[in-house]
T-cell receptor
């Protein structure tokens, strides 16, 4: 079946604008994760969804970042009032049930550039 | 909190050379351990994993053994190929942490020359 998909693949925005990033996980996967990959910080966890709930939001860097998941499927990560330090590749991953031993399958990422 | 430390490289080898990328971890629980690989222009994909002590993960000629006594999960390959050029990430997922999120090392860039 299809893997994890993300859109857009690239996004260029101006400082202060809001952006929405979309993730479509593998069908049937209840666990969904957002990560951020940047040169300075490496790969960082942002938020975890189990179904439509987000029991772990500990990685969100500020209150400008929010995410939701609807229908136990698609998730949207929203960044308000973007800053240049938000420039990074945003990765989405899904796994079957969110257990530690499961493989997380990653999407191709959204490359965000804030000018 | 949990953390992963891996040799950062970059590492440059000739084809058919032996590869070791060191990875050690700190975890509060009993983690599962992973190696992910990112080939040029591609997304992050699982290379291998091990979920309990003394397990050996293997794939595409790569191996890593979960060593609880030394908290290590070193990646090895006996004879690298040009096609192995990529960035390799060691990661853990800790049970009982609530989210079982992946905690990554900083990545090791490997270049294999013909």
């Amino acid at each position: 079946g299809a893997g994890v998909s993300q859109s857009p693949s690239n996004k260029v925005t101006e400082k202060g604008k809001d952006v929405e990033l979309r993730c479509d996980p593998i069908s049937g996967h209840t666990a969904l994760y957002w990560y951020r990959q940047s040169l300075g910080q490496g790969l960082e966890f942002l938020i975890y969804f189990q179904g439509n709930s987000a029991p772990d939001k500990s990685g969100l860097p500020s209150d400008r970042f929010s995410a939701e998941r609807t229908g136990g499927s698609v998730s949207t990560l929203t960044i308000q009032r973007t800053q240049q330090e938000d420039s990074a590749v945003y990765l989405c991953a899904s796994s079957l049930a969110g257990r530690a031993q499961e493989t997380q399958y990653f999407g191709p990422g959204t490359r965000l550039l804030v000018l | 909190g949990d953390s992963v430390t891996q040799m950062e490289g970059p590492v440059t080898l000739s084809e058919e050379a032996f590869l070791t990328i060191n990875c050690t971890y700190t975890a509060t629980g009993y983690p599962s351990l992973f190696w992910y690989v990112q080939y040029p222009g591609e997304g992050l994909q699982l290379l291998l994993k091990a979920t309990k002590a003394d397990d050996k993960g293997s794939n595409k000629g790569f191996e890593a053994t979960y060593r609880k006594e030394t908290t290590s999960f070193h990646l090895e390959k006996g004879s690298v190929q040009v096609s192995d050029s990529a960035v390799y990430f060691c990661a853990l997922s800790d049970r009982g942490g609530g989210s079982e999120k992946l905690v990554f090392g900083k990545g090791t860039k490997l270049t294999v020359n013909p």
